[in-house]
């Protein structure tokens, strides 16, 4: 059984810093390229991170490059985000999510498996 378990989120000010991260179990995580999503109520998820399981390459969203980095251990079967100047518009509920694919990783219909969630809020 495939589970993606997300932890990290809380409330943080504006400015601040946050570290997600997921841990995964049940598949072979070195095959697995990874993404952070993002959903707002009433709104589609968003992309936001990815990593290529082939050569660990990383993409970003417009709105977080330059402040998120996302990283994964393999050895543990983990992925992070690392979120730094943080915005109000970042809150939101954070998804991990993990697919087969190495390209094209943007898009969430790519993704076979999804974690439950953990909430973001950041404060004025």
């Known amino acids: 059984q495939v589970q993606l378990t997300e932890s990290g989120g809380t409330l943080v000010q504006t400015g601040g810093s946050l570290r997600l991260s997921c841990t995964v179990s049940?598949?072979?995580?070195?095959?697995?390229?990874m993404a952070w999503f993002r959903r707002t109520p009433g709104n589609d998820r968003e992309f936001v991170a990815a990593?290529?399981?082939?050569?660990?390459?990383?993409k970003y969203s417009d709105s977080v490059k330059g402040r998120f980095t996302m990283s994964r251990d393999n050895d543990k079967n983990v992925v992070y985000l690392q979120m730094d100047s943080l915005k109000p518009e970042d809150t939101a509920v954070y998804y991990c999510?993990?697919?087969?694919?190495?390209?094209?990783?943007?898009?969430?219909?790519?993704?076979?498996?999804w974690g439950q969630g953990t909430q973001v809020i950041v404060s004025p």
């Open positions: 999510a993990s697919t087969g694919h190495y390209s094209d990783l943007y898009s969430s219909h790519k993704y076979d498996y």
């Open positions: 990593i290529s399981y082939r050569d660990r390459s990383r």
């Open positions: 049940g598949l072979r995580f070195m095959l697995y390229s």
